[in-house]
C-alpha cells in the first residue's frame, strides 16, 4: 500500500473516531437537541452563507493588482469580527457584568475603519512608489 493511501485512510479513520467522540459528548449535554439545532444552524450559515460570499469576493479580487493588501485586509476584518459577533448578538445581559464592559459594536467599528484606512493607505504608498519608478500602476 503507498504511503498516500495509508496516509489517507489513517486520517479517515481519526476523523470517524472524533465524529463518534463528539456524538457521544453531545448525549451527555443537558440539551442534546438544541446541541443539534446549534450545530444545524452553523452549518447552515456557514455553507449557505460564509462560503458563497468567500467565494464571491475571491472572483472580485481575481485580476486585482493590489490583491494582496486587501486580502490581508479581509482576512484581518473577518477575524476580528468573527470573535467581536457572538459578544454583539446575545440575548440578553451577560450573566457576568463585566463580560461586556464597553461598547464592542462602535469599538468593532472603529476597528474596522482603522483596517480600512491602513489598508488604503498601503494601497497608496505602493501606487506612489510604483509611479515614482516609472511603471503605471493598474486601476486595482
Known amino acids: 500500500m503507498r504511503t498516500v493511501s495509508v496516509l489517507r485512510y489513517g486520517l479517515g479513520a481519526l476523523g470517524l473516531a472524533l465524529m463518534g467522540l463528539g456524538a457521544w459528548l453531545v448525549t451527555d449535554q443537558p440539551d442534546p437537541l438544541g446541541v443539534l439545532v446549534w450545530l444545524a444552524g452553523a ?11 468567500v467565494l464571491a469576493v475571491g472572483l472580485l479580487l481575481v485580476g486585482r493588482r493590489r490583491r494582496g493588501p486587501l486580502r490581508g485586509a479581509l482576512l484581518v476584518a473577518g477575524s476580528v469580527v468573527l470573535v467581536a ?16 464592559p464597553l461598547p464592542y459594536g462602535r469599538n468593532l467599528a472603529i476597528v474596522l475603519a482603522a483596517v480600512t484606512v491602513v489598508t488604503g493607505l498601503l494601497i497608496a504608498v505602493r501606487r506612489r512608489r510604483e509611479c515614482r519608478q516609472g511603471r503605471v500602476p493598474a486601476d486595482g
Not at 459577533?85 to 461586556?100: F, I, Q, Y
Open 43 to 53: 452549518l447552515v450559515l456557514h455553507d449557505g452563507i460564509l462560503a458563497p460570499l
Open 85 to 100: 459577533l457572538p459578544l454583539l448578538v446575545r440575548p440578553g445581559a451577560p450573566p457576568n457584568p463585566s463580560a461586556l
